[in-house]
């Protein structure tokens, strides 16, 4: 990297993280490498890379003081910021294995993933996590420090004090190599327990360089940071990956600060997960239905015409004539839509869950290039993405170039590359279940493949087999039902029943909008309504893979209420058992 005649994103097969994030503060060394918001000056600070090295170097001689080596394993329960960051180039340079965790997770996965890879020092933000965590001090014999990096209480060390009396020595990057372990990230567990999937350096850097080389990134870039470090997403694409190429990234206040956010950083690229994006589509949507006929099909128009245009880019479409009047819409509704966003998106990127193909249609009809992409936390995480000047709708792109893929005898996504994972942490059956001796990963996904371009069209577990033998990809029904405002989230129930019936959640707002009645949501006239719409998303489905009986709720899935992951995925299974009431009710007699 330091030979200015390569392209940023050049890495040596030999390379670790730190070793990586050295160079890149010897070529940029005052450039900025991060912002974040301080709140105690209600400012927003800049970090340069020199300034970042320093501090990391500083969390070094913290860890070494703690009596740390190569292979301990610390963990971060922290929010993203300069800090994560900090502490994670650290660690990666001593050969430290880190063990990120959601910062809002619940106390039981926290503790289980603690005694699970026998963490040395975790680190913490908050007063809830320090009253949760003081119970693990006395609970988890390989727990020897909880050290906050804010001022909590007496009893738990701050860490930043301790690092500004820290003598500056140069920044260790090469403790260890490539092929060692730098992570262990524990998949969010939609099933039982969350296994821990071992990351290497080379996993990580192979996957960020080969996304990197997939999408247009460059040192004038600015990414606004907002999911959490501890998805493997946005650690690998929205960290490891703009560091490789000296792009900027700032972190976000807090998710309910993000569309202000978004207006104050005005980012050029944004990463996020389907849910993101179906929020921002509902806000929108709730704003048009509420405006004058003549706005709505100002709307309408905007964005089919729009999307129309953007066939015609892409080479998939013919020119029309309907283009002419796209700059007056363009200027009267599309333009408006991207300000809300910043104004200065090159592109986004959606990735995490399946995006459903209407709202990819809506977003890039709107000018909004949103190119999904797909992968698993074992293969750190990209798998494939679709190109921003190759974008195809409903699929999820081409393979990046340093990942190999193929189909097994019954359909499933096999992919095979230097980003795949070692194993599972201390879980070699589990490994082997998944991994085939000459280095394929099972992904459990079903799909297509055409002219190299993948389409996810189900869980090889998740489809649903009715009881005449039908099979279902739930994912595309559930997609179909949430294409309507009117529902929030939705899980399709069928397996070895006659029929498909589905459990929702309904947007208040648009219930209102809508004049249905909230107090009686599941009486038969209601649900009627319900299904009456739902059928209209439905028509190109056939008769055996309608939903034919429904279960209404206002109450959302959440974290909080353990329905969904910290990744923002339904638990099914917990959906189903806590509705098994009305299941049972639904199929009644049947």
Known sequence: MSDDTRPSCYIDDSFTLAAVFNERVNQTPEKTAYTEFNPATQQWEQYSWLQMRELASSVQQWLKQQGLEVGDRVALMLPNGVMWVAIDQAAAGLGIITVPLYPNDREDNVHYILQKTDCRVLFIDSEEQAQLSKNFISEIESLKVIASIHKLDDQIPDLIPELENIQQVEFTSSACDCQQPVTIVFTSGTTGRPKGVVLTHRNLLANAAGAGRAVPVDATDCLLSF??????????????????????????????????????????????????????????????????????????????????????????????????????????????????????????????????????????????????????????????????????????????????????????????????????????????????????????????????????????????????????PPADVEHAVCADPLFDQAIVIGERRPFLSAIVVLNKEQCKLQRINLSNINSEDVKAELLQRISRHMSEFPGYAQVYKITATLDEWNIENGLLTPTLKIKREKVKELFKVQIDQMYAGH
């Open 227 to 472: 999911l959490p470090l501890s998805h493997t997403f946005e650690r690998t694409t929205g960290y490891y990956a703009p560091m490789l190429h000296g792009a900027e990234i700032v972190y976000t206040r807090s998710i309910e600060q993000l569309a202000e956010d978004l207006q104050i950083i005005k980012p050029t690229i944004l990463i996020s997960v389907p849910r993101i994006y179906e929020r921002v589509f509902a806000k929108i949507n709730d704003q048009v239905q509420q405006k004058s006929k003549f706005a709505q099909t100002l709307f309408k128009h905007a964005h089919q015409i729009g999307y129309q245009k953007f066939c015609y880019r892409q080479g998939m479409a013919s020119w029309s004539c309907k283009f002419l009047i796209f700059p007056l819409l363009d200027l009267l509704v599309a333009k408006k839509i991207r300000a809300r966003l910043g104004g200065r998106l090159k592109f986004a990127v959606a990735g995490g869950a399946a995006f459903a193909k209407n709202l990819n249609a809506f977003f890039v009809g709107m000018g909004i290039n949103v190119v999904q992409g797909y992968g698993m936390t074992e293969s750190s995480p990209v798998i494939s993405t679709n190109r921003v000047d190759n974008n195809i709708i409903g699929s999820v792109g081409i393979a990046l170039d340093n990942v190999e893929v193929k189909l097994s005898d019954v359909e499933e996504l096999m992919v095979r590359g230097d980003s795949i994972m070692q194993g599972y942490w201390d879980n070699e059956q589990a490994t082997k279940e998944v991994l085939t001796e000459d280095g394929w990963l099972h992904t459990g996904d079903i799909a297509r493949i055409e002219n190299e371009i993948i389409y996810i069209t189900g869980r090889v577990k998740d489809i649903i087999v009715l009881s005449n033998g039908e099979k279902i």
